[in-house]
């Protein structure tokens, strides 16, 4: 267990739908990052949060968003939700001072 | 032009081999350089951190970086099948707080 908790594990959802994953960061670490993976693409960046508020955004839709709550945990939604929105979607968090990142074991998202 | 390029192989190779994975990259304002490991259908853990140039080394895995060919390597000693798993690179411009630009990661196969 590395400390960082996502959920759901899975999930399954039609096309145009809304989601959202959750996701707890280890504690103390107070910046969390969202990346996508899917096969061709490899991990892709997109969007940190710093103790609730953005601090940097990559390749992130602007179907997707994400929030930091005060509390740490971050949730990141997904709406109209297309066929090539399936993936893997990781939440990693980090703390100033230490080395990397640790993450998540994903959320498997297939959108049929 | 990726801002980072790995071979995605696949690498298959006998138990006992040395593995040798690598990454280019284009940005050279990149300073730090980690490798992860991911087994299927898992988040990847991070292997290897290292700052600038030169080698790391941790039991049977050696980083090497050379920021002058924006070349990097992870070598493998006495390979074993539990380091069966995809190999990812990352890198990044500032230690924590920064995005990481990742490979697209090296699927590596030991076979007993």
């Known amino acids: 267990d590395s400390g960082v908790t996502q959920t759901p594990k899975h999930l399954i959802t039609a096309t145009g739908q809304r989601v959202t994953l959750r996701c707890s960061p280890r504690?103390?670490?107070?910046?969390v990052y969202w990346y996508q993976q899917s096969l061709d693409q490899g991990l892709q960046f997109l969007i940190q949060?710093?103790?609730?508020?953005?601090?940097a955004k990559g390749n992130i839709l602007e179907r997707f968003s994400a929030q930091q709550f005060p509390d740490l945990h971050s949730e990141l939604n997904l709406s109209s939700l297309e066929l090539g929105d399936s993936a893997l979607y990781f939440c990693?968090?980090?703390?100033?001072?230490?080395?990397?990142?640790?993450f998540g074991s994903g959320t498997r998202l297939t959108v049929v | 032009q990726k801002e980072v390029e790995q071979d995605p192989g696949p690498l298959s190779v006998p138990e006992g081999a040395i593995v040798s994975l690598n990454c280019t990259y284009s940005?050279?304002?990149?300073?730090?350089f980690m490798w992860y490991r991911q087994y299927s259908r898992k988040g990847p853990e991070l292997l290897m951190y290292?700052?600038?140039?030169g080698n790391k080394e941790d039991g049977r895995f050696t980083a090497q970086v050379d920021k002058s060919s924006k070349y990097i390597s992870l070598f493998i000693r006495d390979s074993q099948p539990s380091d069966s798993a995809t190999y990812l690179c990352?890198?990044?411009?500032?230690?924590?707080?920064?995005?990481?630009?990742f490979g697209t990661g090296t699927s590596l196969t030991v076979i007993p």
């Open positions: 940005n050279s304002a990149f300073q730090y």
């Open positions: 504690s103390g670490d107070l910046s």
């Open positions: 990693a968090s980090s703390v100033e001072g230490r080395e990397g990142y640790t």
């Open positions: 290292t700052y600038s140039s």
């Open positions: 990352a890198m990044s411009v500032g230690n924590t707080g920064n995005q990481f630009y």
């Open positions: 949060y710093y103790n609730g508020e953005e601090r």
